[in-house]
Structures are given as C-alpha cells and as structure tokens.
C-alpha cells in the first residue's frame, strides 16, 4: 500500500503565492520604469522617424556627388594608407607587450592572489579603458604636437585597458594543475609562467591581439580626423573642401584596406593555432 501525500499546508500556499504575486509586481515595474526611460530618452535626443524621412533627399544628394569616384587620387593615397596601417600595427604591438605584463598583476590566481597587486592592476587596467582612443589621441597631441606619434600613443593606451583586462581573464581560465605542480618544485614565479601559463593561453592571446590589430586599423582611420594623419586625415580635408567624389574614392580605399587586414589576419590565426 503506497502512501499519499499530504498537500501542502494553506500557508505555505499562501507564501507561494504572495512570493510571485511580487515577482510579477516588481517585474512590471522594472518593465514600466524601462519603457518610460526609453520614451523620455527618445524624446530628449530628438529621435523622430518623420525627421530621418525629410532628410533622405539631403542624403540622397550628397550620395550622388559621390559619384563616380575620383580615382585618380588613389596613387596619392598609398603614403597615407601606410602610415594607418603602421600606427595600428605599432599602437597594437606595444598594447601586446605592456597589456601582458599587467595581466600578470591583475589574474587573481598569481601572486599568491596578493589583494593589492590585483586590485592597483584591475583600477589600472579600467583607467585605461575609461576613456575612447580619440580623447586619448586629443590628449597626446596636445602633449607632443600634430602627426601619427600620438595617434600610436594613443591606441597604445586604449588597447593596454582592452587586451590587459582580456589577458588577465585568460590567465584565470588555465588549469591550475600544470602551475601547482611546477610551484611545488620551487620553481619561480617566471618559470612558472613561461612553462604553465603561456602555452594555456596563447591561443587566446593571440586570437584577442590579431583582433585588437583590426579594430586599430579602423580607430586609426577615425584618429587621423583629429591630427594622427594617415587616410583619415585625408578624408578631413576633402571633406571639408566638398570633394565628394575624392571623399567616395578615400572611402573605397578604407573600406579595402580593412578587408584586407580582416583576410590577413584570419589566415595568420588559422596558421598559428
């Protein structure tokens, strides 16, 4: 004979059902508070439909100046595509190399997860991040003048806060098998690195770097518009001259060269992992 079980005692209903009678209240209200914020915030950036649709003949026309693109001046753009494509590699490279160093303070799993290494790394690593590549780039060339030197100094600075922050979390993710047997040996805390860490995570490292080496490229293009020259600052100037078909044709250049630093890096991230 099975035994029946008894239902549940009025009360423990009553809990149960006061428990998502304020669930659904509070849920509606987080809903209700999202659309009002949504409303108020369309409303106070002027986001209106009818606006965007009367300004279609306006893009339309400055889409047909555009064309056909001046290409002759692309012969004239090669200088300038170089001197993007060598601040991202070098803003990227010296990211690489400094963003390692300081992953090493802020993993939790390294130093013995010393609390003041990792939270000086962590709050480093955040300052860093905090302001955009082009408030960083404003900053160095009010430091050290006009020209691709603080375009790199600022990609530098910007990527250190991304690549650190990502390596940090990659060192975190390792099996800690491989470290605890080599720190059980005595081994040191570089030796433990070289031989335990680095062969974890560089597979990450290097899929984040290549990654960080093609969001640069385009950064570079938008740092030149504020003095880091390279095709940016091209654009600039021909847009301010209203040389539209010039402007179409620099577009077209950076819209190539982003692909192929995309195509370039993919067949080196296939190669090497």
Known sequence: ?????????????????RKRNLSWARNTVLVMAAVAFLGWSANDLSISPSTFVEGIPNLLDFLWRMFPPDLSVVPSLVTPILTTVEVAVWGTLLAVI?????????????????????AVSRALLSGLRSLPDIIWALIFVAAVGLGPFPGVLALTVYSCGELGKLYAEAIENIDPGPREALESTGAGIFATIRWSIVPQILPEVITYSLYRLESNVRHAFVLGMVGAGGLGFELQVAMRLFQYQEVSAIIIVIILTVASIDLISSRIRARVI
């Open 1 to 17: 004979m099975t035994a029946t079980r008894s239902p549940a005692p009025a009360s423990a209903r009553l809990e149960s059902r």
């Open 98 to 118: 400094i963003s390692l160093f300081l992953a090493v303070g802020a993993a939790k799993n390294l130093f013995g997860g010393n609390p003041a290494i990792y």
